[in-house]
Structure formats: structure tokens, C-alpha cells
T-cell receptor, first 114, second 112 residues
Framework: AQSVTQLGSHVSVSEGALVLLRCNYSSSVPPYLFWYVQYPNQGLQLLLKYTTGATLVKGINGFEAEFKKSETSFHLTKPSAHMSDAAEYFCAVTWAQAGTALIFGKGTTLSVSS | DSGVTQTPKHLITATGQRVTLRCSPRSGDLSVYWYQQSLDQGLQFLIQYYNGEERAKGNILERFSAQQFPDLHSELNLSSLELGDSALYFC???????????FGPGTRLTVT
């Protein structure tokens, strides 16, 4: 079955440090990949997406992610964390051939300390 | 603001009752998706509609049903509610199938 795995349910960084949130998917066909962020008591906001083309994609708030087919990964990074980045982050996958519902990872909570 | 609206924001009801959650997609979006978010199950896809027609079903219970109306708004009906149905219910919309999905703020359902 197709699935998404987010390594680490909780990641803690200091303000100004590199943020790295990991996402791996399982599939034999190329997926469409997304990262969403959820702030407390709010809905999900799209950070960035990969469908086709350039494998390094840039999103909002300084985040970027790189699609690595050989590693079946789509890790999210940000060079310098801000306090405002503290939230829950979800990696999601869909495959055009299989329909369009998103399959979500379990989420990673990012904490940023000063 | 994603442009997707959901009402009500909060809903508290008793076991055995029936509730209706409403979603209005972004202007121009034809696809509507419903997801359930709970602590134990995470985010799970329930059902998708495209331009009024059901297109895909996920882990939706038989007690739950949905529809999309000609004006493209959608309603999710939950009946014979159980304590385990307490969750956040999100609606998302996209222009076309396969496009990025934009999520509403959610409806928090509490079943007591």
C-alpha cells in the first residue's frame, strides 16, 4: 500500500538553526508531493509542492524541499528557524493515476527555542 | 485565508445524534474533499466530489454521507454519532483533480 512516513514526531531547534523535517514515501510511480503547515487551532496551509520539473522547490516563509526519486524522499528544510515557525508540519502525497486524495504522514511538531 | 469556508467552527452534540457540516470551496474550484483529523488516526481522507459527482471514497463510515450541490458547496452528514467520531473535520478544494488542495479552517466536533 502507498504510504508516507515522517521520521520524528517532534523536532526541536534553536532560533537561527537549520530546520530539517524528513518525509519518505513508498510508491513505484512518481508522486505529487506536498508539505502543509498547521498552526494551533487552524487549518492546513500549503507550504510548497512538487509535481514535475525542477526537483528543488521553494515555498513560502523561506522553506524549500528537494524531491529525490532514488531515495523516495521529500525532506523539508529552512536555513534559519524563527520562533514563528513553531507548528505541526505534514507531508502529503498523491498520485494522479490513482485518484487525487492526499495521503498524509503523521506529522512532525516543530519547536523553536530562543 | 485559503478562501475555503466551513461552518460551524465548533459543534458539541450527544451520542446517537446527527449533524451536518458545511463547506464552501474557493471560487472556481470544482473539487471538494473531506478529511478527518484525530489524535489516534491522524489525517484521513473521507470522500471527494467533483462538480457534483462523487469521485472517490476513503475511510468513510457508512454512518457518514456527503453531497455537493449545484452551487458547489458541500455538506458532510454524520449520523448515529459515537464518542469516537469526535475529531476535526476539514474540507479542502482544488481547481481540478490532482491539483493542490486548499483547506478550510475545520469544524471541531465533540460528541459527549
Amino acid at each position: 500500500a502507498q504510504s508516507v512516513t515522517q521520521l520524528g514526531s517532534h523536532v526541536s531547534v534553536s532560533e537561527g538553526a537549520l530546520v530539517l523535517l524528513r518525509c519518505n514515501y513508498s510508491s513505484s510511480v512518481p508522486p505529487y508531493l506536498f508539505w502543509y503547515v498547521q498552526y494551533p487551532n487552524q487549518g492546513l496551509q500549503l507550504l510548497l509542492k512538487y509535481t514535475t520539473g525542477a526537483t528543488l522547490v521553494k515555498g513560502i516563509n523561506g522553506f524549500e524541499a528537494e524531491f529525490k526519486k532514488s531515495e523516495t524522499s521529500f525532506h523539508l528544510t529552512k536555513p534559519s528557524a524563527h520562533m514563528s515557525d513553531a507548528a505541526e508540519y505534514f507531508c502529503a502525497v498523491t498520485w494522479a493515476q490513482a485518484g487525487t486524495a492526499l495521503i498524509f504522514g503523521k506529522g512532525t511538531t516543530l519547536s523553536v527555542s530562543s | 485565508d485559503s478562501g475555503v469556508t466551513q461552518t460551524p467552527k465548533h459543534l458539541i452534540t450527544a451520542t446517537g445524534q446527527r449533524v451536518t457540516l458545511r463547506c464552501s470551496p474557493r471560487s472556481g474550484d470544482l473539487s471538494v474533499y473531506w478529511y478527518q483529523q484525530s489524535l489516534d488516526q491522524g489525517l484521513q481522507f473521507l470522500i471527494q466530489y467533483y462538480n457534483g459527482e462523487e469521485r472517490a471514497k476513503g475511510n468513510i463510515l457508512e454512518r457518514f454521507s456527503a453531497q455537493q450541490f449545484p452551487d458547489l458547496h458541500s455538506e458532510l452528514n454524520l449520523s448515529s454519532l459515537e464518542l469516537g467520531d469526535s475529531a476535526l473535520y476539514f474540507c479542502a478544494s482544488s481547481v481540478a483533480q490532482g491539483g493542490e488542495q486548499y483547506f478550510g479552517p475545520g469544524t471541531r466536533l465533540t460528541v459527549t
